[in-house]
Nanobody
Framework: QVQLQESGGGLVQAGDSLRLSCAAS????????MGWVRQAPENERVFVAG????????RYADSVKGRFTISRDNAKNTMYLQMNSLRPDDTAVYYC????????????????????WGQGTQVTVSS
């Protein structure tokens, strides 16, 4: 049973930073691509950032490029999302997502490309 658990969300002011973490268990974390997807109120889930299985490739949504950084520590079975210069429109529930195909060097940007999901962590940015 694959489990993904997000942490690190909270309430911050515009311009602040947060680091989200996603702890994975139940399979060999280092062999699967991962991603972050967010869902704002009244909106669909949208891709934020993705990383391939060994961290050599990353991709970002245009709205977060230059402000967010995705990374992973395979020794700790953990993925991160460093979020800087946060804005009110970054307010959303952030979900950790995992691919099902191992050893894939591509990075995927559609939520339908991800099979495993965490429960989400709320990020609220006040103006």
């Amino acid at each position: 049973q694959v489990q993904l658990q997000e942490s690190g969300g909270g309430l911050v002011q515009a311009g602040d930073s947060l680091r989200l973490s996603c702890a994975a268990s139940g399979r060999t974390f280092s062999t699967y691509g991962m991603g972050w997807v967010r869902q704002a109120p009244e909106n669909e889930r949208v891709f934020v950032a993705g990383i391939n299985f060994n961290g050599s490739g990353t991709r970002y949504a245009d709205s977060v490029k230059g402000r967010f950084t995705i990374s992973r520590d395979n020794a700790k079975n953990t993925m991160y999302l460093q979020m800087n210069s946060l804005r009110p429109d970054d307010t959303a529930v952030y979900y950790c997502a995992g691919r099902i195909t191992p050893y894939d060097s591509s990075v995927y940007t559609r939520k339908m490309d991800y099979y495993y999901w965490g429960q989400g962590t709320q990020v609220t940015v006040s103006s």
